[in-house]
């Protein structure tokens, strides 16, 4: 059994949905019947799987994602609960969250969700306009939505809700009466998306044919940062380049994904990161549900490709994963889990032409993108980790 040094987690995805939203690419699919006895057992399987080689030590996180795992029974929900404290530990800090769609048939499970032990709902509201719900392809309106919040919040010690931004023709007056409206129903903790367009999505079919356009690069810019501002004031600044959180209030879970930490994924798609003695290793499991099934019945997990992480794997996981955090990457963590130092494991010419530039800063405790560096992360992450 391999020491236990690093937080470990634990997601669960749930990949069915009551219909494919159009902007979605996430691993969800609409089926008619789903047996439910069927799919908790496989679950419950795979997790077993994993249990043999993930160090034993309490779980920072359980994650229900999906898909829309609000529409798991309850019992599963349960179930797999009561399994990972056998196997690993919940404690009073584990934060066990549920991804949740705000419609009214959900709502009446949430007690149900709490009575199972989940601590945390993340409701995908995504947007308090009643005609842009209906672009979004959404099956709820902003009043049921609100109202399956409130239930929410009554049962919840923490919740957030998703909303989705930057869409078709939203100017930021627009946008910043909406986010007004939003805080005053939120929490601690908000996800605040622009609109992108995913590959093989109905709205990239949609977009390609131009029935919509979206907002241009400056007004998305605008967008952007009017958010981080509203957001700042509000006293709920962004942790990530979309999370928002009051301090303290941020997503575990996120959280042990942008910092690095092990995590064991268990159902169709999911993803892992495990510290073993024979290094870090990454898996993920079978996309296709009924794939996924058939492979825990057989084998007890359907992880279709494993590898170890080279060094250098690592090092650039870690950089695009917690240059997303606005704490940026502290030099011990990154010297914990590399073994290597800043700045010595980046090529000089490049951090100095980064940082000259204002995009990123390297102080004594840690390396971080800066607010102009985060308008642009992806290229200023692919510039640092390109060879
Ligand atoms: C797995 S989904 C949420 C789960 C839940 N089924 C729901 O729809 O409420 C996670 C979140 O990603 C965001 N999202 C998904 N696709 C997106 C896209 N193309 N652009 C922006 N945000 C997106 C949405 O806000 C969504 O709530
Ligand atoms: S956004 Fe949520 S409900 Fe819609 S298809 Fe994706 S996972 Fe399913």
Redesign the pocket.
Known sequence: MPEATVPLSLYIHWPF?LSK?P????N?HVRDRIDHTHWRDALLREMEYWAQEAPKQPLVSIFF??????LMEPATVAALLERANDLWGITAATEITL????TSVEAARLADFRAAGVTRI?????SLRDADLQFLG?HHSVSEALAAFDVAQALFPRTS????Y?RPGQTPAAWEAELREALTRADGHL?L??????PN?A?DTAYRKRLFTLPDEVTSEELFTLTQHIMESAGIPAYEV?NHARPGQECRHNLAYWQGDDYVGIGPGAHGRLTLPEGRIAWHTRKSPERWLSAVESLGHATEERLTLTPQERLEELLLMGLRLREGISRAAFRQKTGQEFPGALDPAKLASLTNAGFITLDDARLRATPKGMLVLNTVIGELVSG
């Open positions: 949905c939203c902007y979605c690419d996430f969800s994602g999906g898909g829309t795992p609000s991804e949740a769609n705000p993340s409701m995908g509201i995504q959404r809700f998703d909303l989705i930057a996800s998306y622009q609109l992108t367009i995913e999505t709205f979309s």
